[in-house]
């Protein structure tokens, strides 16, 4: 009677096979593919390394696609005309590092027809000893090595979150002028604050926000990931009362960016889309809708009674369909750019900051109307317009919590290399 034959084996004889049909048009093959302990190989953190070193790789070499994935688990394919020794160079000291520690970059020269050779056995994760001896002993179980390789992925990238953060909370922060709101030449329409206490908000606050990105390594559910997110909300915006003296500085920003933070997280962990990234809000937001105008807690739910279209809950129902609005042509970081977003997101947002300021739905909507007839790469205009608002005492603070969403999602995508869309960008 035949053995059964190994699917895995056959796998990466396929694949063998496939990375010589490369050869024709690339003399080097890279293959990147994550460290995972144990036989299932779809895992969030593989799913999240692929990613991150995904883009990496592809600073030196051209994505080509992934090959026998479903067998192999999440991988990614590159080819180079460059020599093959000084690709491996390359890859060594992406690997290097304790990240890269978790990653495994093979090179494939065409003239050899194999994978060059790191030449030392690489060490294992919880012991002195090289993996291979650990391996072949099975000194520690799959588990502890998944849960060291979460946690070493935490750790490794938490600072890189949190500095993406800070740069889009910053981007809010520096614009100006801006309509009323705290800026670093102005308090706007806000006495009570000023862009040092924004500051020490946003340093209180971040942290939180950050850690939201890496709960999907632990936890696939939707409803109990939603559920985590919101008791970390909570103690964000605990923090930022200490940091403020009691002002409510971000709040509305610790709601919005949360989901945000959240969705992208859960995108890399399974390894999604980034066109996806605004259906995973609405997923995330689902629970909300029970929540509409029945929570007295904010001025926000309370204009949401009398108008259930507004306010930052609807938003992320619909997920953030604004923010999807203007992504296309938020393209960079000049003035001019992020003022015509801006003035986007203040002209198409239904901002319950905006309406309580307005103090009635015509005079809401006769505000907006400004910014429809306003030229918003004319610097005069922009600043007379916002002269206005300071003395008319408006301010935006719905508009300016999504730019602080959509410059985040600008940002995270330069480090994650996501599969493509076959259907397409969501309109």
């Known amino acids: 009677m035949p053995l059964k034959e190994d699917p895995r084996l056959m796998a990466k004889e396929e694949r063998s096979f496939e990375i010589k049909a490369l050869y024709s048009a690339y003399p080097t093959v890279v293959t990147v593919e994550a460290l995972q302990p144990g036989t299932d190989k779809h895992t969030p953190a593989a799913r999240y390394l692929v ?16 090959l026998r994935e479903a067998e192999l688990g999440p991988n990614y394919v590159f080819g180079t005309v460059d020599d093959a020794k000084r690709t491996k160079d390359r890859a060594m000291r992406l690997e290097a590092t304790p990240l890269g520690r978790l990653i495994d970059i093979d090179v494939y020269d065409k003239t050899t027809d194999r994978p060059l050779s790191r030449g030392t056995l690489r060490p294992c994760l919880l012991c002195d000893k090289p993996a291979a001896i650990c391996r072949k002993e099975g000194n520690h179980t799959a588990e502890e090595l998944r849960e060291k390789i979460a946690a070493t992925i935490r750790r490794e990238d938490l600072v890189l979150i949190q500095q993406i953060l800070n740069k889009a909370v910053d981007a809010e922060l520096d614009l100006d002028p801006k309509f009323g709101l705290v800026t670093p030449k102005t308090a706007g329409s806000h006495p009570d604050m000023t862009i040092d206490l924004m500051r020490k908000s946003k340093h209180a606050v971040v942290p ?5 990105f890496f709960l999907p390594l632990w936890e696939e559910s939707m409803p109990k990931l939603f559920q985590s997110a919101r008791q970390i909300g909570l103690v964000a915006e605990q923090a930022m009362y200490r940091a403020t003296g009691g002002v409510n500085t971000h709040k509305g920003m610790i709601f919005n960016v949360g989901f945000a933070v959240l969705a992208a997280g859960y995108l890399v962990s399974q390894r999604l889309p980034w066109s996806r990234f605004f259906d995973v809000v609405e997923g995330f937001a689902s629970p909300l809708q029970d929540e509409i105008g029945k929570d007295h807690s904010t001025a926000g739910q309370e204009i949401a009674k009398q108008y259930p279209t507004m306010g930052a809950r609807v938003e992320a129902l619909r997920g953030f369909p604004n923010v999807a609005r203007i992504m296309t042509r938020y393209t960079d970081d000049s003035w001019e750019t992020k003022m015509a977003v801006f003035v986007e997101l203040v002209k198409h947002t239904e901002d319950t900051v905006l309406f309580k300021r307005a103090g009635s739905i015509e005079r809401y909507r006769e505000v907006q109307s400004w910014f429809h007839a306003l030229d918003a790469k004319d610097p005069q205009a922009v600043a007379a317009l916002s002269q206005r608002c300071v003395k008319e005492k408006l301010s935006f603070g719905g508009a300016a919590d999504l730019f602080v969403v959509a410059t985040f999602l600008r940002l ?11 259907q397409g960008e969501r309109p």
């Open 51 to 66: 990613g991150r070193y995904g883009v990496l790789v592809s600073s030196f070499a051209t994505w080509i696609g992934s």
């Open 412 to 422: 995270i995508q330069v480090h994650f290399q996501q599969p493509n869309d076959p």
């Open 208 to 212: 939180f926000l950050s850690e939201l």
